[in-house]
């Protein structure tokens, strides 16, 4: 099927106004569980396919850091699993990864005050990987695309990891963490 250029640019464009609709929505409208619903709403009416993990699965898998950082909040996490085939399925696909921490006060050790309206901005990167998605398969791009998405906040709590605390990631490498509002100063061991 031909796209004509207008059509073309009509979807671009409304994968752009849904990356920013989903990156400027207010963090308690935009929940991990809102997020993942308006991906569903999004995408599957295009035949992209999407699975949404639970806590319970991303345990299982052994994502110790990502649940370190979500068991801080009452919302609970999620896993998005999207796949659109718009080539042969035994194609390699295109991997992209979008971070998904839906609000980031930097738990224990607080982002300052003055910016914190700005951290329900954190979870950019899985707006723009949800929107290229939705762009490729209104465009039928002759692509595969896999993409995942790990969605939580991160608040403060008494379940709030510490700085000191280390983590054991399913790769088998350990991460320590010494700031939490720093990613960089966190090293694997």
């Not at 993942?36 to 992209?48: F, K, R, Y």
Request: net charge positive; with cysteine.
């Amino acid at each position: 099927m031909r796209i004509s250029a207008l059509e073309r640019g009509l979807f671009k464009a409304e994968a752009q106004n849904l990356a920013r609709k989903l990156a400027e929505a207010p963090a308690n409208q935009m929940t991990p569980t809102v997020f993942a619903q308006v991906a569903t709403d999004s995408l599957c009416p295009c035949g992209v396919t999407l699975d949404i993990r639970g806590a319970d699965w991303i345990t299982a898998q052994r994502m110790t850091a990502f649940m370190a950082v979500a068991r801080s909040s009452c919302e609970p996490p999620a896993f998005l699993e999207i796949n659109y085939y718009g080539s042969d399925t035994g194609e390699r696909p295109i991997l992209l990864i979008g971070s998904g921490v839906t609000f980031n006060s930097g738990g224990l050790c607080l982002k300052p005050a003055k910016d914190m309206e700005l951290e329900r901005a954190t979870m950019s990167g899985a707006a723009v990987v949800v929107s290229a998605v939705r762009a490729a398969a209104a465009l039928s791009l002759p692509i595969n695309i896999r993409a995942v998405i790990p969605l939580c906040e991160n608040m403060p709590s008494g379940m709030s990891f510490k700085v000191g605390d280390v983590f054991r990631c399913s790769n088998g490498k350990s991460v320590a963490v010494h700031d939490t509002v720093q990613a960089s100063s966190s090293r694997q061991l």
